[in-house]
């Protein structure tokens, strides 16, 4: 959609006539130029688009922006920005924010992009002049001849925000320059409106940001030896088709944090996190978690076994390869080593009301008992292979899991020497990659260390695990 320069003025008039075209742009955020950038055209308050506010009243609220990695940067790599308006006597919402280089305010500097229908891309010519808006759901580079980018509330996030108590906040990405470019300005503006679709009353704050590129050392190394299957279900140098692994080695990231729902495309799984991406036999896998020194990363479905090669590539560059053997299955069931006790391993295992299967007041902290034979318990794994659904179609690596499914390859779990019936088998609901095994107790002797086995296609699980039975 694309709004002519008309529009702009008559935004901004006072006169009766142009009433209507201010009060239904206004839903949808301004024209380019209002938030505060040095030579543009002010804020909304200060050219009275919003007539008889005061710019930033005092002790009144504000506007703030959030970034993960605080007041940084690094060149080419994603961040998901929120911007909360905060004013405790107003009801309706809205924003503008860009971008510049610190050496030159009329320089953008990086892109937007909208993470939901609550905004939208504003580009404009260098004069502000001419305009381009652009939804969520459609492209959202900037035309070359458009340079200048913004990024506001849109009409359905008024809409969705109208009548909410502050704070109110609004999410979206903002990807840097692709390489170093200084220091880089953030320019905000936030409207805090009373509703009544006047320019009358209304709360314009406005704040700006100074970010500082991250320095970077070198493109990404993998240390030997620096790649297992999860630790804390086994930790083995192998991994497999959809087992999830974990990358140890320096310059790994210029950031540290786990994935979150905004990551996501529907249903699948990031394969790039803050510009860090990972491939093994060729394929991308789905990135979990990423910091300098580590990087958690599921091995994608349709992967090669056999000796491979993979690498991590973020922005400074691309590792050497590290060779890495994949097998067909890789399962291990959670055990972490603060379930070690005595020298002994247990299984994490649970009960439906979150405690946990082993002897009483053995982990300070936890609420534990041991399973009574019959009873239901809950154990996780990672590795285990393809699963089936209720049509027989696999689930793939990097998937929320949705649907009730099961493993493909025949298995089976021992505890005390004794055959456990499986209630269930197969990958959790609403996880990535991690299996869920209801566990009934099977009827044996009480035993604190009854040692707990399973088969996966025939064969042996290599992990020496104990389960605390009590009849």
Avoid at 437 to 458: Q, R
Wanted: net charge negative; aromatic share 8%; proline share 7%.
């Amino acid at each position: 959609m694309e709004r002519n320069r008309k529009l702009i003025f008559a935004k901004c008039a006072v006169v009766a006539g142009a009433i209507p075209f201010l009060l239904w742009a206004h839903e949808y955020g301004p024209d380019p130029g209002y938030c505060g950038v040095p030579h543009e055209n002010g804020t909304c308050a200060s050219s009275q688009c919003h007539v008889g506010t005061a710019n930033n009243p005092v002790n009144t609220g504000s506007v703030t922006v959030t970034f993960p990695v605080g007041k940084n940067y690094v060149p080419g790599v994603k961040q998901h920005l929120v911007v909360t308006i905060y004013d405790p006597v107003q009801h309706a919402w809205g924003f503008q924010l860009t971008a510049r280089l610190t050496s030159d305010s009329a320089t953008q500097a990086g892109t937007f992009a909208s993470t939901d229908q609550n905004t939208l891309v504003m580009c404009s010519t260098a004069n502000l002049t001419q305009l381009k808006e652009m939804d969520f759901g459609a492209p959202q580079t900037c035309p070359s001849n458009m340079p200048l980018a913004y990024i506001e509330h849109s009409l359905a996030g008024y809409n969705a925000t109208k009548g909410q108590s502050s704070p109110v906040s609004y999410e979206f990405d903002w990807t840097p320059p692709a390489t170093a470019s200084g220091t880089i300005d953030l320019y905000v503006a936030g409207n805090a409106a009373n509703g009544d679709l006047t320019g009358n009353g209304d709360h314009i704050y406005t704040n700006k940001y100074t970010l500082s590129p991250l320095a970077t050392s070198g493109p990404p190394a993998i240390s030997a030896n620096g790649v297992v299957s999860a630790g804390a279900f086994g930790g083995f140098p192998t991994v497999a088709p959809g087992s999830w692994m974990e990358i140890y080695g320096s310059n790994l990231s210029g950031t540290t944090r786990g994935w979150t729902g905004n990551d996501f495309v529907g249903l699948k799984a990031p394969t790039v996190l803050d510009g860090v991406s990972v491939t093994i036999g060729g394929k991308q896998a789905f990135i979990d978690y990423v910091s300098p020194g580590q990087v958690n990363a599921q091995v994608p479905s349709g992967v090669p076994t056999g000796a491979q090669q993979m690498t991590v590539t973020n922005a400074g560059g691309t590792s050497s390869s590290y060779g890495i053997t994949v097998n067909p299955l890789q399962p291990g069931l959670l055990a972490p080593g603060s379930f070690s006790i005595g020298g002994k391993q247990y299984v994490v295992a649970q009960f439906s009301d979150g405690s946990y299967v082993l002897p009483p007041n053995s982990i300070s902290g936890l609420t534990t008992r041991q399973a009574k034979p019959g009873e239901t318990v809950i154990i996780y794994g990672v590795g285990f292979g393809p699963v089936l659904d209720s049509g027989n179609q696999n689930i793939p690596a990097g998937t929320i899991v949705q649907a009730v499914n099961k493993l493909a390859n025949p298995f089976t779990m021992s505890i005390g020497g004794s055959n456990a019936t499986l209630g269930y088998a197969g990958l959790a609901p609403n996880f990535v990659g991690l299996y869920q095994f209801n566990v009934v107790v099977p009827n044996i002797a009480n035993n604190d260390l009854a040692p707990l086995t399973f088969s996966l296609n025939g064969t042996a699980g290599t992990q020496t695990l104990y389960l605390a039975v009590k009849q």
